[in-house]
């Protein structure tokens, strides 16, 4: 219930449709540096998982590697406004859209992904 998330009634949780692949598993297949879609995330870990991996503070700042640009996508504008909340500070290269994945061309007509998970 968005009223329930909105007044801070409920507790957030993660919910990991992937649970039987491990994060290290998926981040591995990804190179550093590159674009990724993560079309509906929900309310997953893996794109904070994925960001702290590959970035950004963590690594070398002269590596001549640009950090991994991460969007998170999914149907629900609720589950988008809570990771868009908990991520806005510490993750700068992590980007929030709402949208409906049958839709990717006309949500992003001028950007390509090197990497999309679904």
Known sequence: ?????????????????????????????????????????GNSALPRVLYN??????????????????????YSPCCIDMLRTSHRIDYSKMDFVCGDATKLSSLFPDQKFDYIID
């Not at 007044?7 to 674009?35: Q, R, T, V």
């Open 53 to 74: 991996s590959h970035n950004n503070d963590q690594r070398p700042l002269n590596d001549g590697v640009e950090p991994t640009h991460i969007t998170c996508m999914d």
């Open 1 to 41: 219930n968005d009223d329930a998330w909105e007044s801070n009634e409920m507790i957030p949780f993660e919910y990991e449709w992937h649970a039987s692949i491990l994060p290290d598993k998926i981040i591995a297949e990804i190179c550093p540096g590159s674009s990724v879609l993560m079309v509906g995330t």
